[in-house]
């Protein structure tokens, strides 16, 4: 990716959506998707600048479904993307709501299968208030994991991991993406910040396992250690779905202290976001000035 100077970190309202009656459907949950963007953009006096949607907010989350509901995007970063053409009907939803509220819109993530390969992704999307894609980004990490008693999942099984990073810039601020697991890995959220980025956003579904645990821990975690604003998106928990998601979408400040918090039902958290208390951060514990290049490698330099 060339790297540009980030523009300036300006006041911005986030809103995030934790969608809920994520059923079999495509159909009705692109459609409730749409509803719940446009409550967001319309619930407050002041409309949010950027609307969140979760991971996996089209269809059922499991890997013996994402074959099933996977989508060609066909997008290629720095080239004009016709969403007129795209055979995505995920993507239109998404773009079209984007433009219809005029808000920056991360779409959650869908799967997404790529037609030279036939490899299935993660897939995160991201829109300008025009409805144009902006970018996207795969998810790098996988969600293999094994405690014994409790849960296994093996995303691996159908999804492959993507090999990129990868950050937005809008007219307040440079945002940084990630899903879900890709939060366990530090790496990743240093280079997003090193490479300028003031929030990094996670659309997430832990579980109940998973996320009682680690869930406000790792958000808090990358937020102190990079001193930028980070948030997690989740659907609602639905207790008659195969996974049960954690919900408690959330945002952290820089100086890992949690502005907001849901509950584990549909909702829409709103959250002014300050610059002023990133610069206060990094005045206050300067370690973006204080670290020792000469001893380890700057990660950030490798992509």
Not at 125 to 139: E, F, I, M, Q
Not at 168 to 184: E, M
Request: one cysteine or more.
């Amino acid at each position: 990716m060339q790297m540009t100077r980030p523009p300036v970190f300006k006041p911005f309202t986030l809103a995030l959506v934790q969608l809920g009656s994520i059923g079999a459907d495509k159909s009705a949950n692109l459609q409730h998707a749409r509803d719940m963007i446009l409550k967001a953009a319309a619930g407050r006096a002041k409309k949010p600048e950027l609307i969140v949607l979760p991971e996996c907010f089209n269809s059922p989350y499991g890997h013996v479904h994402f074959p099933v509901y996977a989508e060609e995007i066909e997008f290629t970063p720095g080239k004009p993307y016709d969403v007129a053409e795209s055979s995505s009907t995920s993507v239109k939803m998404l773009s079209a709501a984007a433009k219809e509220t005029g808000t920056w819109l991360i779409g959650g993530s869908i799967p997404e299968r790529d037609p030279t390969t036939n490899n299935i992704y993660n897939t995160c999307t991201v829109y300008s208030p025009n409805g144009d894609l902006v970018a996207t980004h795969r998810k790098v990490h996988l969600f293999d994991i094994d405690i014994p008693g409790k849960i296994t999942f093996k995303e691996s099984e159908t999804l492959t991991g993507g090999t990129t990073t990868n950050f937005f810039d809008t007219d307040f601020a440079r945002i940084g993406l990630g899903i879900c697991y890709d939060i366990r890995f530090p790496e990743l959220a240093m280079i997003s910040a090193r490479q300028g980025c003031h929030v990094l956003v996670y659309p997430g579904a832990f579980n109940l396992i998973t996320g009682p645990l680690h869930w406000e821990l790792l958000q808090r975690a990358r937020a102190v250690d990079n001193q930028v604003f980070v948030s997690m998106c989740s659907p609602a928990r639905d207790s008659s779905a195969g996974y049960h998601a954690w919900g408690h979408s959330m945002v952290v400040d820089p100086m890992a202290k949690v502005l907001a918090e849901a509950a584990e039902g549909e909702e829409i958290v709103f959250v002014d976001i300050d610059p002023q208390l990133l610069m206060d951060a990094r005045a206050a514990i300067p370690v973006t000035m204080q670290r020792r290049f000469d001893v380890y490698k700057d990660l950030s330099e490798e992509n």
